[in-house]
């Protein structure tokens, strides 16, 4: 009969323990597994916890796959913590009183925020951060909070004042040590640093402690008084100041402990009662150490599932404390010993004021690396950190990891051996990701996590691994169908270097022979010459030569409906329209006997029009002001908003005008997909902003701008590109970031996964921070585009050439036909 | 080459009518023609210049729609593709190319 198993709490390091124990067969007969945790949800990936603020969803962070709990026949138990251990007895007894009895037991309990003894901590508006209860609290509160602090500088800190900042409060963060990060960061590094954040509107107070929470008549926190005196506007005061091991059920069952807490084991992870092993941060190894840290409790949980399984004999001897400070603006990473000193290490150091970057190695005197600090610019981490400790001097110049990017290609992953572990948080090494490549061939970075699980703990590695696919020769095969072997984002290049103008040179330039395309390449080039129209001289996607690329919707400028007709949907920008408009569309409505409904994207669609009727009823809204709203084009459809300032209690900014204008400045931009936006007056979200590609959120200092938000099939919560930016600033940034998923992104590829693959990393590099120098230019072709817009409808009634082929029949006038297959025409078309 | 021809289509009861010129047909464009009897044809011009003509309904989903469909080149053969839901028709054969069960009727064309 099997054994059971129990697991005190189900967080990071207790599901890599399931899943170690599944990797090993474990529950097939031998182990059978009890999970009894406190928190409400199943386990999730805390180390990314601030992602919930700026979009991300509670199952987007859920660890375990859906069916894995189940198809192990784990049984979990949520919301009920274990109160009492019995060694004795071997039985554990939840706060809810059930006691399970054991064979073996884990304690995964983790640690708590400590919150420094504090007068008025405990106040309302006082929080702590490591649960998505936690994140779920501040956000509530935030909302109507207009300034917060942060009780601690360093990595957990940082990320909460981040976070804070986010949300639209004012943010500060109080430090008692005279540097932020002081664990891992050097002077040189935490002043670097210092200005960062400062460059982010967050103010820093360091070499002072809190000394009381101030608080309002109804108690609740207004200020906090610093220990020099000094007090700071504090509506919500986040306590950051360092965790403590959860070890008080081995404490209360006589389990040796150590001296500054944490459950003692051995370098099997066993306790002092050898049916009793401890992982995780609620541990103290064997080496004296309480890690902090992801990686150390996933490599205890190997060594566990080893031991229960009888499995090779890997043991924990202890860890590096590598770390990387997720902070959007903020590019930090401590590794290896960067305190390493003595008389024969070397210290390599640059440093440039100006861009707040300092970078520093250090070095022993047989030119191994000891360890190193980047600030400003990390993107050497991955390929420093298996270095770090190694036994091997470092394979290039030192100077050459640190020097600018541009400067000198840095030496990539290919200089390191294959046993050196490129991805410390699962411990993958660099020859375990070749063969990955190799034998499944591999060729991107979700299919490296999928197969290795590197890169799915910390990230940090991802920058590594790539260059192992760079340097594997990996070229994904992204040739577009059997006419071409170019992907969309390299046609468009081809088109636009060759200023190509038909689908016949781009085939004759660039094809794989044959004498026409296909569904699949026909219309990516009609959105292409569309696209770049305005730099090619074209100007209507209806012209001869590009009537043929286009899909049924449009070449109809209407979308197609099951039964053959179309569908009209005039643009309503921003969801605003007068009372005269509305008259309009109902009277077209009840004229042409269309069927008229609300849409999910706040505005009206006509249903039921044929094809040959859709130039008069186009004559009659163009002429009422209306225009073609592009629900039939890979382009932008609507830009939702909230009522927002103008009348809303809430509102801090003028969320209507602002859709309005987005709208009109990026109508009819063909794009890979089509394009949502969406602009919310205030962060309780009417608009639903986080669910569109572009989504705009009032703060009280301006807007915050998210991207790659998605409903449908693959709902995702869009992410944070920018915050507090000024109405022109906010535009630009939207200017670049849609020109450059335009010029990069793959056929049918909304932003949400464009961003998933070019990595929101990357692509705020190039749209925030014109890492690549192409601001200026994306910023002219939005400019054109905006120049050249004309309303496609109008251009159609314009044109009799065109409305031509909006006639049934080449062969037959339409008045003279009996239309067989379609509804027929209303009375009121007829008195018309 | 200036090609003046009418393009004639041969109907289900073996009448030959006149649709258009072979001008008004664009290449890799389709068309629709209204014949006798209320039968529909969809006309196509290839990019190399042939001619083909097959029924304009979408066996699939019922809707006189194929003229309006995306033409292509499918290992050399001529197609055309349903705008509802893009199943491939070789324009020779009007055979079906997802589901060979399933075919347009073609109408012989000729040029005079
Ligand atoms: C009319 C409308 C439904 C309604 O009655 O409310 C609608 C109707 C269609 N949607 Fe939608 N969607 C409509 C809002 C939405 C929304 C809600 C929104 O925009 O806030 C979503 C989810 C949000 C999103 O896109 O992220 C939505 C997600 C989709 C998807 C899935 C996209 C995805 O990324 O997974 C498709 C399929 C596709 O585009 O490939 C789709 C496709 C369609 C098509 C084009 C299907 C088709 O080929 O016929 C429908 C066209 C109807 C027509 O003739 O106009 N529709 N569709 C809505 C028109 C909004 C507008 O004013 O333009
Ligand atoms: C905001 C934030 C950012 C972080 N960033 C990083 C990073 O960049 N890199 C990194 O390496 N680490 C980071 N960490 C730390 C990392 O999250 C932890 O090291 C990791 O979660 C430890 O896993 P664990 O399983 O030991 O503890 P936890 O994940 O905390 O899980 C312990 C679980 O046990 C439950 N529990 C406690 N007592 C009981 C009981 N009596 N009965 C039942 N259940 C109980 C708790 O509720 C909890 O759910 C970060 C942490 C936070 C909060
Ligand atoms: S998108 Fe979905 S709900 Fe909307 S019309 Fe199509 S199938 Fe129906
Ligand atoms: S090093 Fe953390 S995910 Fe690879």
């Given at each position: ?46 180390v990314?916890?601030s ?62 925020p400590f919150?420094p ?12 951060y ?18 917060g602090v942060v009780v601690g500088g360093g990595l957990l800190g940082l990320e909460a004042a981040g976070a804070l900042r986010s949300?639209?409060?004012r943010t500060s963060v109080v430090e008692f040590a005279p540097r932020l990060m002081p664990l891992q960061l050097d002077e040189g590094g935490a002043a670097a640093l210092r200005g960062a954040v400062e460059g982010m509107g967050i103010g820093v107070y360091t070499g002072v402690g809190a ?13 906090l008084?610093l220990s020099d005196?000094r007090?700071v ?5 986040v306590f950051s100041a360092g965790v ?47 890690y902090g840290l ?26 590096d404390t590598d770390t990387k400070l997720k902070l959007l603006g903020a590019d930090v990473a401590s590794f290896g010993d960067p305190f390493a000193a003595g008389?024969?290490t070397v210290e390599v150091q640059f440093s440039d004021s100006g861009s707040g970057v300092y970078k520093k190695l250090v070095l ?5 690396l000891l360890g190193g600090i980047l600030v400003g610019d990390a993107a050497a981490y991955g390929?420093l950190k298996?270095?770090a ?9 030192p100077e050459?990891f640190l020097l600018p ?53 910390c990230?940090g ?300 990393d ?7 921070d ?63 | ?112």
């Amino acid at each position: 009969m099997a054994q059971t198993l129990v697991v005190v709490g189900h967080g990071m390091v207790a599901q890599r323990l399931l899943e170690a124990l599944a990797e090993r067969g474990a529950f097939t007969g031998a182990w059978r597994a009890v999970v009894l945790a406190e928190e409400r949800r199943p386990a999730y990936d805390r180390v990314h916890l601030s992602a919930r603020f700026t979009g991300t969803s509670p199952e987007q962070l859920t660890l375990a796959e859906d069916d894995f709990l189940e198809r192990h026949g784990i049984e979990l138990h949520l919301g009920d913590p274990v109160a009492a251990l019995d060694t004795a007895h071997r039985t554990v007894t939840t706060a809810g009183g059930r006691t399970v009895a054991y064979d073996a037991l884990v304690l995964a309990t983790g640690s708590y925020p400590f919150v420094p003894p504090v007068p008025g901590a405990d106040s309302p508006g006082c929080f702590t951060y490591r649960t998505l209860d936690d994140v779920d609290a501040i956000t509530a509160y935030a909302g109507a909070a207009r300034s917060g602090v942060v009780v601690g500088g360093g990595l957990l800190g940082l990320e909460a004042a981040g976070a804070l900042r986010s949300l639209g409060l004012r943010t500060s963060v109080v430090e008692f040590a005279p540097r932020l990060m002081p664990l891992q960061l050097d002077e040189g590094g935490a002043a670097a640093l210092r200005g960062a954040v400062e460059g982010m509107g967050i103010g820093v107070y360091t070499g002072v402690g809190a000394n009381r929470v101030e608080t309002d008549a109804d108690g609740t926190a207004r200020r906090l008084r610093l220990s020099d005196g000094r007090q700071v506007d504090a509506d919500l005061v986040v306590f950051s100041a360092g965790v403590r091991p959860r070890d008080r059920l081995a404490r209360e069952a006589g389990l040796l402990v150590g001296d500054r807490g944490g459950v003692a084991v051995d370098r099997w992870c066993r306790t002092t009662d050898p049916a009793v092993y401890a992982v995780g941060e609620c541990a103290q190894t064997c080496d004296g150490q309480v890690y902090g840290l992801v990686a150390p409790g996933y490599r205890m949980a190997e060594v566990v599932a080893d031991r229960l399984c009888g499995t090779g004999g890997s043991s924990f001897e202890g860890s590096d404390t590598d770390t990387k400070l997720k902070l959007l603006g903020a590019d930090v990473a401590s590794f290896g010993d960067p305190f390493a000193a003595g008389a024969r290490t070397v210290e390599v150091q640059f440093s440039d004021s100006g861009s707040g970057v300092y970078k520093k190695l250090v070095l022993g005197a047989d030119g191994r690396l000891l360890g190193g600090i980047l600030v400003g610019d990390a993107a050497a981490y991955g390929l420093l950190k298996p270095h770090a400790g190694a036994d091997r001097p470092l394979p290039a110049a030192p100077e050459s990891f640190l020097l600018p990017a541009g400067a000198e290609a840095p030496p990539g992953a290919d200089l390191l051996p294959d046993e050196a572990v490129v991805c410390s948080c699962h411990n993958v090494t660099k020859g375990a990701v070749r063969a990955a490549v190799a034998e499944h061939g591999l060729t991107d970075l979700a299919g490296v996590k999928r197969c290795t699980k590197a890169g799915t703990g910390c990230g940090g590695c991802a920058g590594a691994l790539q260059s192992l696919l760079d340097a594997a020769g990996v070229e994904p095969r992204r040739g577009l169908c059997e006419h071409f072997e170019l992907s969309r984002a390299e046609l468009y290049q081809a088109v636009r270097a060759g200023r190509l103008t038909s689908f016949a040179a781009v085939l004759a330039a660039h094809g794989t022979g044959g004498e026409d395309g296909c569904t699949v390449c026909k219309p990516v080039v009609g959105s292409l010459l569309a696209t770049l129209g305005p730099e090619l001289g074209l100007t209507h996607i209806l012209d001869p030569g590009q009537r043929g690329l286009q899909d049924s919707n449009d070449r109809y400028l209407a979308n197609l409906q099951k039964d053959g007709t179309y569908s009209v949907v005039p643009r309503i920008p921003g969801g605003e329209l007068t009372p005269e408009q509305l008259i309009v569309i109902g009277e077209v409505a009840r004229d042409f006997g269309l069927y008229t409904k609300i849409t999910g994207g706040q505005r009206i669609d006509l249903f039921g029009a044929r094809a040959e009727q859709l130039p008069a009823v186009w004559r009659r809204l163009v002429d009422a002001g209306f225009e073609s709203g592009h629900a039939y084009g890979k382009s932008l459809r609507t830009v939702k908003s909230c009522v927002g300032s103008r009348w809303c209690r809430f509102g801090q900014g003028d969320s209507v005008q602002l859709a309005i204008d987005l709208e009109l400045r990026y109508r009819g931009l063909r794009t890979p997909h089509k394009v949502k936006g969406g602009v919310s007056g205030c962060l309780r979200e009417c608009a639903e902003a986080r669910g569109k590609d572009i989504g705009v959120i009032a703060t009280a200092n301006g807007w915050n701008l998210y991207v790659g938000g998605n409903g449908g099939t693959t709902p995702r919560h869009a992410e944070l590109l920018a915050a507090d930016l000024s109405t022109e600033r906010l535009l630009r940034l939207t200017d670049r970031f849609l020109m450059y998923y335009a010029r990069t992104g793959e056929r049918l590829e909304r932003t949400a996964a464009w961003l998933e693959r070019l990595g929101t990393d990357h692509v705020r590099r190039v749209v925030v921070d014109d890492a690549e120098g192409l601001a200026a230019e994306l910023e002219a072709q939005a400019d054109r585009h905006a120049a050249g817009y004309r309303d496609e409808w109008e251009a159609v009634l314009a044109d009799p050439a065109k409305l031509r082929h909006f006639a049934p029949f080449v062969n037959a006038p339409a008045e003279s036909v009996a239309f067989l297959n379609s509804p027929a025409p209303t009375p009121a078309l007829q008195e018309h | 080459m200036h090609r003046t021809e009418q393009v004639q289509v041969r109907t289900t009861a073996g009448e030959w009518v006149t649709v258009c010129s072979y001008e008004e047909l664009e290449p890799a464009c389709g068309v629709a023609a209204l014949l006798p009897e209320g039968e529909q044809a969809a006309v196509f011009r290839t990019p190399g210049g042939q001619v083909h003509a097959v029924g304009n309904r979408d066996p699939f989903s019922g809707a006189d729609v194929i003229a309006d469909g995306i033409t292509g080149s499918v290992d050399g053969v001529p197609t055309v593709a349903s705008p509802m839901h893009k199943q491939t028709f070789d324009l020779r054969t009007g055979i079906c190319l997802d589901d060979p069960e399933v075919a347009l009727p073609v109408l012989p064309v000729r040029l005079l």
